[in-house]
């Protein structure tokens, strides 16, 4: 199962970001939520799950931020013992690789 309690540290390397990003999944009442820290960034990524999907140690959701207002994206992650691997799927920036996050 995932576990709501965590946070997440990962690389993130791309032509809008270059740096660690801190994340979690967040759970009230069987709504998801997420939380994304872009450290040393000059703005911030909220994010809003609108749909979510756990089954073992894959999350799958579809996600809003106001960042693009009116666009849906993929949030793929598996977590395997202290690590999470997956992507994040947004509109004009394309796949966010997540790779080798690590546990916090």
């Known amino acids: 199962m995932i ?3 965590n946070r997440y540290k990962a690389k993130i390397n ?13 759970c009230n009442d069987g709504k998801y939520g997420m939380e ?4 040393g960034a000059d703005f911030e990524m909220p994010v809003d799950i609108v749909e979510a999907s756990v089954e073992d140690d894959v ?7 106001p960042i693009l207002p009116d666009r849906d994206f993929d949030i793929l992650l598996t977590f395997e013992d202290d690590k999470c691997n997956g992507y994040l799927k ?6 966010v690789k997540i790779k080798d996050a690590v546990k916090l």
């Open 14 to 26: 791309n032509m809008f970001f270059k740096g660690d990003a801190v994340f979690g999944i967040t």
């Open 59 to 65: 999350f799958t959701a579809k996600a809003t931020t």
């Open 36 to 39: 994304i820290d872009l450290e």
């Open 3 to 5: 576990d709501t309690a």
């Open 90 to 95: 947004i509109p004009f920036i394309g796949k």
